[in-house]
Every structure is written in C-alpha cells, then in structure tokens.
DNA sequence: ATGGTTGAGCGTCAA
C-alpha cells in the first residue's frame, strides 16, 4: 500500500484552510500534518476533516500562537502519554498511532520553537527555549531506541545542512542555521532517524522549505532554507518511494511562508 | 547594523 504523508506550516489554519483543497489535488496526501494552526481547540473547524476527505482528525492548539493538527484517512488513535515539552504545556507536539497502515505506525507532528532574533541562550529566553526542547526531544526519543515504524515529521525549525540554506557563510550566525541548532537537530535525528527528503535530494543540491515574507521577489532573490522536515526510522527506509517539496505553493494567493513537503512511503 | 512582511487580535508580540 501506498502512503503519502504531508507537512505543512499552514501559519493560520482559519486564514488558509481555502488552500487544503488545492494542496490536497496537487499531493494526493493520505496523512497531512499542520503546524501553526494558531486556532484554538474548542474553535476548530470540526467539519474541515470530513469535508476534505479526511474523516480522523486531531488537533491540539491555543489562542494565537503555535497549534498542530493532523488529518487522516485512516483511523488512528491519539498517543496521549507523551511529554510536556520544556513544561509549558504550548500545543508543539501531537502524536498517533495508525494500527491499520504496514505493521502499525507510527506518527509524531512537531512544531519546534523559532527562537527568536539572537542566537544566544544567556541573552534570548526563546533561544534557549529552543535549545531545551530539541535536547528534550533528542533524549526522549534516545531512550526508546531501537525506534521502528516510526515517522516524525514537522517544522523543525533548524535547516541542518549547508545546502539547506541560500548562504551557509552568511547564516552561520542567524537562529535557525547556527552551529549549535544544526549539531542539536542532527544529534536528534541521528538517534534513530533517516532523513526522507534528503535520500532523494543529494546533500549537494540546494533544497529549501520556506522563503521569508520580507523580500520582495522570493523567487528571484531566493533566500530560502529547509526548516521542515520528515524523518523515518530507519527500518522504514527501504520502503521510501518518492518526496516532493511543493515550491510552487509559495505563489499561491496569500501564501503561506512555508511550502508543503511530502513523502510517499510503500508500507 | 538594520529593515523588510505577515498573522492574531487590538496593543503589541511572534515569526
């Protein structure tokens, strides 16, 4: 069976849910992961899911900031038991279980922290905040190793590689792109995870996700950098069949900032 | 070093 799961950073779901359907017809997704939905849980459009298509739906979100979701066609159930990252309780995370998809898999939705302006712990709160969470994340995740039929997919807010960004020498020192963001998100991945995305698109080529609202032309300055992400655990790997990183939807009416990135798995 | 733009929700804060 096919299965193709979709992330998106949405940045308002009320603001942009006319463009599911448009993502829907241009990815075919089975599974579709959003963050920063920035919709609170007893507002959220309940009918959305089952007018797209996609009758199981989870969400977990707050008032202005932040907010995940996840849409699927086939049932899931929601893992609860999971933890309170850096304890604030702040709607980054939400995790299921699909038992009916392969031998049962596996899904964690990340929204990590941007981090703010100033890459340093001791000056920016929000960075530091940045840097505890993926430490978190990372541990977590270390101590349920071996990880399998797992997919962990996500704004994960750190363009790891050199490739990854428009510059390497001129974003080594902008929060998303700094030495101790790439070693901490890599640090992360490599606790069981491959890349999916980047098994298809040699780390050589140029690759970005998201392409900021304050230039004028994004395409033709394209100062872009890859901040979303799908990994898999690595007994999934051979099972991974295709990505595609949707650039175009950065030119969709009132666009999100981030594109939709999508793989196709054979499980 | 700074500014540039967008969204939530009504003064700014977050990205």
Known sequence: MSLRIVTWNINSLRLRQGLLPVLIEALSPDILCLQETKVPDPIFPKELGSALGFPY????????YNGVAIFSRAPFTILNEQPDWCGKGDCRH??????????????????????????????????????????????????????????????LNIAPSENDVWSHRQLLNVVSHTPVETTALLAWRDVGFADAVRYFVPESKKLYTWWSYRNRD????????????????????????????????????????????????AV
């Open 94 to 155: 939400l995790a299921i279980a699909l038992e009916s998809v392969g031998k049962g898999l596996e899904l964690h939705n990340f929204y990590v922290p941007a981090g703010g302006d100033v890459p340093d712990p001791e000056l920016n709160p929000k960075f530091a905040h940045k840097l505890e969470f993926v430490a978190e994340t990372r541990k977590h995740f270390a101590a349920r190793s071996p990880i399998t039929n797992l997919v962990l997919v996500g704004d």
């Open 218 to 265: 994004w395409r033709a300055s394209d100062r872009g950098r890859r901040l979303d992400h799908i990994w898999v655990s690595h007994d999934l790997v051979p099972t991974l069949r295709q990505q595609i990183t949707l650039k175009d939807a950065r030119d969709w009416p009132q666009a999100s900032d981030h594109v939709p990135v999508c793989v196709e798995l």
């Open 57 to 64: 739906v989870a969400h977990r979100g707050m008032k202005g």
